[in-house]
């Protein structure tokens, strides 16, 4: 079993839509949790960063964490096409080597 | 510019020829690393390195070398390349907080 999983898609939705994308986590050391963006041939790029449990929100972009659960989610509100991307989940821990655990990623594509 | 910079961004080689994969960043960061990313196993890292003289295997370190020239300079490097090195490997850096930094890839095809 991978210590983060993550749904493959690929997720089809229409502009305007709501999007939830989630990862689970097996190792309870992770405090760390982000979210990557990264649109096709291109770096991963960052696009959110949360410590520990709760929510963070920045513009359309809202990540939450639930530590108790070891569940993390990222919703898109107002989805646009310009957001089909992968979305890639990563997570790390203090004294774990400055090392990122990502998920596998989330083909997402925003349909006019 | 962009912050962190790899070179070449398109390779094709052959089995068994030796090739090297470099990569720059002007964002003054410490840490470095290297991921190589395959279609269902998302991104693993290969090596990282805090400092000059501080370089550390990741996951997948077997067939690769590295050398840390300059605080700014991270270099990759395979021995003599196999077909299943095919992959996109990206550069990342590190400041003071957990989020990385990525570089915009390399694409390696080893015939």
């Known amino acids: 079993q991978k210590e983060v999983e993550q749904d493959p898609g690929p997720l089809s939705v229409p502009e305007g839509a709501i999007v939830s994308l989630n990862c689970t986590y097996s190792?309870?050391?992770?405090?760390?949790f982000m979210w990557y963006r990264q649109y096709s041939r291109k770096g991963p790029e960052l696009l959110m960063y949360?410590?520990?449990?709760g929510n963070k929100e920045d513009g359309r972009f809202t990540a939450q964490v639930d530590k108790s659960s070891k569940y993390i989610s990222l919703f898109i509100r107002d989805s646009q096409p310009s957001d089909s991307a992968t979305y890639l989940c990563?997570?790390?821990?203090?004294?774990?080597?400055?090392?990122?655990?990502f998920g596998t990623g989330t083909q997402l594509k925003v349909e006019l | 510019d962009a912050d962190v910079t790899q070179t070449p961004r398109n390779r094709i080689t052959k089995t068994g020829k030796r090739i090297m994969l470099e990569c720059s960043q002007t964002?003054?960061?410490?840490?470095m690393y290297w991921y190589r990313q395959d279609p269902g196993l998302g991104l693993q890292l290969i090596y990282y390195s805090f400092d000059v003289k501080d370089i550390n295997k990741g996951e997948i370190s077997d067939g690769y070398s590295v050398s840390r020239q300059a605080q700014a300079k991270f270099s990759l490097s395979l021995e003599s390349a196999i077909p299943n090195q095919t992959a996109l490997y990206f550069c990342a850096t590190r400041g003071d907080t957990d989020t990385q930094y990525f570089g915009p890839g390399t694409r390696l095809t080893v015939l």
């Open positions: 990563a997570m790390s821990f203090t004294g774990g080597g400055n090392k990122l655990t």
């Open positions: 949360t410590y520990s449990s």
């Open positions: 190792n309870s050391a992770f405090q760390y």
């Open positions: 964002k003054g960061h410490d840490r």
